[in-house]
């Protein structure tokens, strides 16, 4: 595929992506006191009961603009394949560029961690209450992006590094994580500049190094979580070589991740419920949740 066509198809892709209206979610319950505290809950709309909990972290580069309404499709998406669903907000960046950069900051440091810790730990309170069809004994966390490295994240509080205000005694109970064209290996993602300078906005270059071994889930393994990547071969905003960096240090870890190449498909139709792609996604989170 020549540069101009790949141009013009991820265009394609990303408006599709992008077309469809937001859905409003079934109930939100905040998780803090700051408004991006809070967690979308979409119930299953066939009304059925005993069925996996999917937990969505949405990706956006860690940047400010982009919320949890652009995966609400999504969201609804894989309530109508029967899951219950919890979207998560957290805190990104703030809109003022930092000096020297040329847009909205990547996240924030410790706070987007923060939240992600703390809305996983809030779940299983909130969404007894207000997903009664779930199953918390199948929960399935899945994230595209930068979502995706918080979702693998997520799955990996137990093996953070000692005295992490992160750390978990034990592993998180998690049927597995899918993670859908996720940052996950940091070294190879700052040398393909992937989201234009994010990793070294959200952790800071001077402290890139010493905060990468708390959150960089290429160096958080094993997790012993089952764990499935879905991943376009298309797709130049992550690179296919970031997420295969990943599989490579799990592999090396002794652990098995399962990778999903898909022909033909970049970033976005991961998350577009007018996609294939997207019916692969839920498959693979089905796989895992049953």
Do not use: N
Request: hydrophobic fraction near 50%.
């Amino acid at each position: 595929m020549s540069d101009s066509a790949a141009r013009d198809h991820d265009a394609a892709e990303t408006e599709s992506a992008f077309a469809h209206p937001v859905v409003a979610p079934d109930g939100s319950a905040a998780y803090g006191s700051h408004p991006d505290q809070v967690i979308d809950f979409f119930a299953p709309r066939d009304g059925r009961t005993g069925v996996p909990l999917v937990v969505l972290l949405h990706g956006g580069a860690w940047r400010a603009p982009y919320d949890r309404q652009h995966v609400s499709p999504f969201a609804d998406f894989l309530a109508r394949r029967g899951f219950a669903v919890a979207s998560v907000e957290y805190r990104r960046g703030g809109e003022i560029p930092q000096q020297g950069t040329a847009g909205p900051v990547a996240g924030r440091w410790p706070e987007t961690f923060d939240d992600v810790a703390a809305a996983m730990d809030a779940l299983p309170a909130l969404a007894a209450r207000e997903l009664p069809g779930a199953d918390l004994r199948k929960t399935v966390v899945t994230g595209h992006s930068a979502g995706g490295q918080l979702a693998l994240w997520a799955a990996a509080r137990h093996v953070l590094p000692e005295g992490s205000p992160w750390r978990l005694p034990a592993a998180p109970p998690l049927r597995g994580v899918v993670a859908l064209a996720p940052i996950g290996d940091f070294a190879s993602a700052v040398e393909l500049d992937v989201c234009s300078g994010a990793l070294h906005q959200l952790l800071g270059a001077a402290d890139f190094e010493a905060r990468s071994a708390h959150v960089d889930p290429a160096l958080l393994l094993p997790t012993g979580i089952a764990t499935a990547v879905v991943q376009g071969v298309e797709d130049t905003t992550v690179p296919p070589a970031v997420t295969e960096a990943f599989v490579d240090a799990a592999a090396k870890a002794g652990e098995m991740v399962g990778l999903t190449l898909l022909d033909g498909v970049g970033h976005f139709p991961l998350i577009d419920p007018a996609a294939d792609a997207c019916a692969v996604v839920a498959e693979e989170i089905a796989q895992l949740a049953w």
